[in-house]
């Protein structure tokens, strides 16, 4: 069974920092390509950002690039997502991928409010 868990939200005030990890068991992790998606009230959910598999290649949202970083740990089945100069706009639920080709597995989401 494919498990993908993720932990490190919370409430932040503006310019803090949040890191979120996201566990996963069930998969080869080192196959996987993972990604962070965030989706806020009334909006659609987006694409935060990607890393590849062997950790070679990433991407960000135009909104969070010089702010946000992914990285990977494949001994540690383990993708985290370090988000620096928070700011309200940043307030969503954030959930970790892991794709395959066509599969995409989702995690349960972790709330992230950015608020004095």
């Known amino acids: 069974q494919v498990q993908l868990v993720e932990s490190g939200g919370g409430l932040v005030q503006p310019g803090g920092s949040l890191r979120l990890s996201c566990a996963a068991s069930?998969?080869?992790?080192?196959?996987?390509?993972m990604g962070w998606y965030r989706q806020a009230p009334g909006k659609q959910r987006e694409l935060v950002a990607a890393i590849t598999a062997n950790g070679g290649s990433t991407d960000y949202a135009d909104s969070v690039k010089g702010r946000f970083t992914i990285s990977r740990d494949n001994a540690q089945n383990t993708v985290y997502l370090q988000m620096n100069s928070l700011k309200p706009d940043d307030t969503a639920v954030y959930y970790c991928?892991?794709?395959?080709?066509?599969?995409?597995?989702w995690g349960q989401g972790t709330q992230v409010t950015v608020s004095s």
């Open positions: 991928t892991a794709k395959l080709w066509t599969i995409t597995h």
């Open positions: 069930g998969i080869r992790f080192s196959t996987y390509n």
